[in-house]
Nanobody, 124 residues
Framework: QVQLVESGGGLVQAGGSLRLSCAASGRSFSSYAMGWFRQAPGKEREFVTA????????DYADSVKGRFTISRDNAKNLVYLQMNSLKPEDTAVYYC?????????????????WGQGTQVTVSS
């Protein structure tokens, strides 16, 4: 079992940056792949990025590639999402999620544990 708490969301102008953090409880954090997803109003939750349990493998949605960076600190049970060059279309609630199978998948169904989400709003 793991509990996830996101932080770092807020309001930013287009072109700006934000760094989201996700704090995980539990002793098995380093065995989980971690992902970030987002959901805009009226839309389905979509994959943003994922990282394998040791941080060796990363995957990014095409829409954020080159602008967003995922990282993790297993000693601190933290995963980060650095978001640069933000666009209004990045506006959404951002969720972190944990995948016990370390599949670092793009599929929502592969993730067993979810945080409550943090709002990111990018103004034009």
């Amino acid at each position: 079992q793991v509990q996830l708490v996101e932080s770092g969301g807020g309001l930013v102008q287009a072109g700006g940056s934000l760094r989201l953090s996700c704090a995980a409880s539990g002793r098995s954090f380093s065995s989980y792949a971690m992902g970030w997803f987002r959901q805009a109003p009226g839309k389905e939750r979509e994959f943003v990025t994922a990282i394998s349990r040791r941080g060796v493998n990363r995957d990014y949605a095409d829409s954020v590639k080159g602008r967003f960076t995922i990282s993790r600190d297993n000693a601190k049970n933290l995963v980060y999402l650095q978001m640069n060059s933000l666009k209004p279309e990045d506006t959404a609630v951002y969720y972190c999620a944990a995948d016990p199978q370390n599949s670092w998948s793009r599929s929502v169904t592969e993730y067993d544990y979810w945080g409550q989400g943090t709002q990111v709003t990018v103004s034009s």
